[in-house]
């Protein structure tokens, strides 16, 4: 094998050993929160790009209508989210963060992102670049994948 097939085959076994602590770094923190991975998706969308309709949701997260009212009424029950009526169609239901809530809980997601942006100040802008056009491509690549075994 040549070097460049060994780092490949590395840069493989990397990807999923980091694959594996990221997703069980977020089991751990939901579980912080008494909530689970899904949930903790619902919220991280709502948080991003604001209040969603159930319908949203469902779309997004690949579950069935019973299972979001399921994910919608944990968050709701953790304080983290609320249900409120659309302004612009009353007969609309959003969810949104509640940020009250959120606040008075733990952020047990603070330490993680303080060692990763201390990371990444150790590195050059090159290198910060490439890492942003690699994370990029491989979102892209695992949605791809991810839509192909979605029913």
């Excluded at 990763?116 to 979102?139: C, G, K, M, N, P």
Aim: proline share 1%.
């Amino acid at each position: 094998m040549d070097e460049r097939e060994v780092l490949i085959d590395r840069l493989a076994v990397l990807g999923e050993n980091e694959s594996t602590q990221t997703a069980l770094f977020h089991q751990m923190a939901a579980a912080r929160y008494g909530l689970g991975i899904t949930d903790m998706r619902a919220l991280s969308i709502l948080l991003r790009e604001g209040p969603q309709s159930a319908g949203d949701l469902m779309a997004r997260l690949h579950v069935t209508s019973g299972a979001v009212t399921g994910v919608i009424d944990r968050l709701q029950d953790a304080g983290v989210a609320r249900r409120e009526t659309d302004r612009r169609d009353r007969r609309r239901v959003l969810v949104s963060v509640d940020t009250v809530g959120l606040a008075e809980r733990e952020n047990v997601y603070l330490s993680i992102g303080a060692a990763f942006s201390e990371l990444y100040r150790e590195y050059t802008h090159d290198q910060l670049t490439f890492l942003v056009q690699h994370f990029e491509r491989a979102i892209a690549i695992t949605q791809a994948q991810a839509a192909l075994l979605a029913p």
